[in-house]
């Protein structure tokens, strides 16, 4: 089945440093999405990118999709403690059902 | 504003128990998706639904059955638990649209436990 690959597994900021975690796909994808998720909590729809090349923003959030629809990255600018969590990246190679492909996720840690 | 409910938020059962953990959203997503989240191996995929009384197996369906009689309830069974079953169950629906899927929303989950 479809793999997609997340790094990095684990990251320690400290407060004010960029972060960013990488997703990886050895097929083309038709879409991919980004969670995130609290600590004691389920995982959050953040956004979806389609298109190749495309880039969306959500205040000091950057998303990119590649230009072979092939990789994906989530940048946070100045971290903050609030955006402690696992983030996950999901892919949809559009394999005819309607489901993605979940990556391990990037635990991110922000120390103060 | 809850649009995907589990019925339960910790569960603890014994070995050999049959097990039913429930799922309820209120946003009449077609597709509906069953995930068992452990530590180390992120959100694996158990079982799917696209339509009422329509299921599909995903990555590690063995020892698990779905029921889906009505589109808002999404039922996961685990027909004899067994300690390798104690993990945290997710319930995620998504509306269906032609092409690609859409983004999920989840439950908040249920932590079982087998004992």
């Known amino acids: 089945g479809q793999q997609v690959m997340q790094i990095p597994q684990y990251q320690h900021v400290q407060e004010g440093e960029d972060f960013t975690t990488y997703c990886n796909s050895s097929t083309t994808l038709s879409n991919i999405q980004w969670y995130k998720q609290r600590p004691g909590g389920h995982p959050v729809f953040l956004i979806q990118l389609v298109k190749s090349g495309e880039v969306k923003k959500q205040k000091r959030l950057t998303f990119q999709f590649g230009e072979a629809k092939k990789n994906s990255s989530l940048h946070i600018t100045a971290t903050q403690t609030t955006d402690v969590g696992t983030y996950f990246c999901?892919?949809?190679?559009?394999?005819?059902?309607?489901?993605?492909?979940f990556g391990i996720g990037t635990k991110l840690q922000v120390i103060p | 504003d809850v649009k995907v409910t589990q019925s339960s938020r910790y569960l603890v059962k014994r070995t050999g128990e049959k097990v039913f953990l429930e799922c309820v959203q209120d946003m009449d997503h077609e597709n509906m998706f069953w995930y068992r989240q452990d530590p180390g191996l992120g959100l694996r995929l158990i079982y799917f639904?696209?339509?009422?009384?329509?299921?599909e197996k995903g990555d590690i369906p063995e020892g698990y059955s779905v029921s889906r009689e009505k589109k808002e309830r999404f039922s996961l069974i685990l027909e004899s638990a067994s300690t390798n079953q104690t993990s945290m169950y997710l319930c995620?629906?998504?509306?269906?649209?032609?092409?690609?899927?859409?983004?999920?929303?989840f439950g908040s989950g249920t932590r079982l436990t087998v004992v």
């Open positions: 999901a892919a949809d190679d559009s394999g005819g059902y309607q489901k993605v492909t």
């Open positions: 639904s696209y339509d009422v009384k329509m299921k």
């Open positions: 995620a629906s998504s509306l269906s649209r032609r092409g690609w899927a859409m983004g999920y929303t």
